[in-house]
């Protein structure tokens, strides 16, 4: 089985940088995905991360190491927008199965 | 682009009755599609994928059940609904099972 790992929720201040963690043990690596979802609403798709290092898109970047099975989400300049879930997503094993964390309740203060 | 359908969005069913949710993908030829629960307040419970029309994975045993008679087409039933029924159904797509899913809107669905 697959067991991925994240905070639960975390505050920060519009205009500042949040950094959301993630760690995972799993057999058989094959990507980790960065989602946010607003309350009420789907997932939408942010990053997607196979090879070490970071991967940027504009105000969002994301993180991975995979001998330490550890990813960060970064949000520069944040926005009262921002305020969301963001899910943490491995992919991993010959079935190529998709296995979500339970995510991290980011809320964002004027 | 690709687009993908899902209906009804809310949906309240008496216990011990029967459903069907559909979902639909457009733009794209033998996407793999996909079906998920979300419990309140929980993460999001992978219940059914498929990779071509009428083939079927199930990943977790209850009483609902998926179909793929199109191609571009997955349906989630049951014929008798349970209170645990109720959450949030997302349908997904993506390319290939390595790829990124995208989802559909959702459906509530609430079981009295």
């Known amino acids: 089985g697959q067991n991925i790992d994240q905070p639960t929720e975390m505050t920060a201040t519009e205009g500042a940088i949040v950094q959301i963690n993630c760690t995972y043990q799993t057999s058989g690596f094959n990507g980790l995905f960065w989602y946010q979802q607003h309350a009420g609403e789907a997932p939408t798709f942010l990053s997607y991360?196979?090879?070490?290092g970071l991967e940027e898109k504009g105000r969002f970047s994301s993180f991975l190491s995979r001998s330490k099975g550890y990813s960060y989400l970064l949000l520069k300049e944040l926005q009262m927008k921002d305020s969301a879930s963001y899910l943490c997503?491995?992919?991993?094993?010959?079935?190529?199965?998709?296995?979500f964390g339970s995510g991290t309740q980011l809320t964002v203060l004027p | 682009s690709q687009t993908i359908h899902q209906w009804p969005a809310t949906l309240v069913q008496p216990v011990g009755s029967p459903l069907s949710l559909e979902c639909t993908v457009e733009?794209?030829?033998?996407?793999?599609l996909y079906w998920y629960r979300q419990a309140a307040g929980r993460g999001l419970q992978l219940l059914f994928y498929?990779?071509?029309?009428?083939?079927i994975s199930s990943e977790v045993p209850q009483n609902l059940s998926a179909s793929r008679p199109q191609d571009r087409q997955f349906i989630l039933s049951s014929k008798k609904l349970l209170l645990s029924d109720s959450g949030f159904y997302l349908c997904a797509w993506s390319v290939t099972r390595n790829q990124p899913q995208h989802f559909g809107d959702g459906t509530r669905l609430s079981i009295l």
């Open positions: 997503a491995v992919i991993a094993g010959s079935a190529r199965q998709l296995t």
């Open positions: 991360n196979v090879l070490d």
């Open positions: 498929s990779v071509g029309i009428g083939q």
């Open positions: 733009g794209t030829s033998n996407p793999n």
